[in-house]
């Protein structure tokens, strides 16, 4: 066969067998989410090989909600794997002594019975080891196998492995790793203390978490993905389930290019991918312009109620034609048939409202801009809104309404005693709209009064 072998044809056979000639040894760099290892610039197949340990570890699920995991190196998703198709893949499982129980790994990318399932089942104080040619190239999950298989994964047991094709992925500025999973706990979502696995729920496939990488806000705050204007960003995006597909979507992006399921088939200008249980997918996109673009399984109440969002923070320069902002807010009155506009900022600035304009104001705009959320009787939503009603929030420092409407807020917070670890985005308003609207709420909803003016809003704003 060999003699056929001539550069410039490939002949079915011959090419395969000369380019999966295995040169060398390696031993892979794994990473954490949301990092991804570097690409491979190989050109040749390796023999590569990976450790990874099973550690069983109580983490938080949520600021203050405790809960066992199980995992692959410690945290969930387990690390990434990141090997060339062709490679020769030398796997060991090591199971921590200190674990209580037995594990196995079943890897997507693995062409064999089980995807070494039965190959790698491991006690804990034990290694096993086998190998595998990564034939296919893919992103794939991989995930425990051992029995009661739904629970080791709804205990995060899962995480991904790239094959990368022969010629590599095209190059991107920046390569994210974020993995939904489905929870299911004794108390419902924001329980505090120690909360252990519940099989009904998992049965009915009813979460009281859903996640991006583990845990509540993973991915927001401090922890957000962050990336430039100009830069193109990939995401490996998986989806451990055990029982919920995603409808992966990036709130004010458009994938340019998304390779569905995984495969190497190429969809472009794409809004939402599903993602089954046990599938992934790989997204890119160009970044155009900044803000905050916002994560979610599009299956609404799991992102806002239950946890699924996270948040890919981009800094650069505005581009105005790409994305205006808001250029103008007129008052429509259909019944009088005339469109007056808004006062601009200038003249408001030279004309102050009086309290009682403020409370005017302030109720319509309550009712046109925050009643969806925190309700119209201000009492807001356990879990998801925190209440304005009687809020101690800013019962001390009334200015914080200013700040909270004109930054935006994320992060875990206490209001009355409950917490809230959500996202308000900044609300597009001016000086007066938010110095009304912060007067009518103080002075509303059992709050203790107190005004606000435009010039004060102004400061707060810079
Ligand atoms: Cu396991």
Redesign the pocket.
Known sequence: MSVFCIAGFVLSGCSVKNSNAIKGEEVAVLTFAPNVPPPITRDYATKMIVNLE?IEKEMEMMDGVKYNF?TFGGQVPGKFIRVREGDLVEFHLKNDPSNK?P??IDLHAVTGPGGGAVSTFTAPGHETQFSFTAINPGLFIYH?A?APVGM?IANG?YGLILVEPRGGLPKVDKEFYVVQGDFYTKGSYGESGEQPFNMEKALDEKPDYVVFNGKVGALTGDNALKAKVGETVRLFVGNGGPGLTSSFHVIGEIFDNVYPEGGSTQNHNVQTTLIPPGGSAITEFKLQVPGNFILVDHAIFRAFNKGALGILKVDGPENKTIYSGQQDDRIYQPEGGAVQTMPSADAEKAKPLTKTEKLELGKALFASTCQACHQADGKGIEKAFPPLYKSDYFAANPQKIVQVITHGLSGPITVNGKTFNSVMPKQTLSDNQVASVATYVLNNFGNKGGEINAEDVAKIRK
């Open positions: 099973v199980w129980l594990h196995n425990c051992t080791h047991m």
